[in-house]
């Protein structure tokens, strides 16, 4: 029976690029110098440093154009709140989502259930597996949700016929 694997992988060899990119460039920007500003990556969490709010927002906005470069989507990006460090330091940590959460994953189940496509919906972990007769319902499955569900990045693999 041909199915496929709904899941949110991003691709972590191109966000640590992106990093790493990203931490160069505020290296030498000439308004980041004598700051505190810094980004890093430590198990799929960047972690932002700087010496105001608006020094935060410009660190993320360098990495976010330095994740869009790399094709990389930035609704990977579960952004945390804005933490006071010692002293005037802040810091700010972002998240990157890897597989679908359960809440996430009902909502996807429930708009294939409600499209009436002849296909089956399942939760296996962290991705949904949707099984049917016929590939052209499959297909209509990834396009539906590719329009319904726009805040989450999913991709689709493992599709056996």
Sequence with gaps: MPSFDTVCEPNLVEVKNAVDNAAKEIGTRFDFKGTSAAIELKD???TMFGDVDFQLQQVEDVLRAKLAKRDVDVRFLDVGD???MGGDKVKQVI????GIETEQAKKITKVIKDSKLKVQASIQGDAVRVTGAKRDDLQATMALLRKDITDLPLSFNNFRD
């Design 95 to 98: 998240k990157v989502r890897n």
């Design 82 to 84: 804005v933490q006071k």
């Design 44 to 46: 799929k969490e960047i």
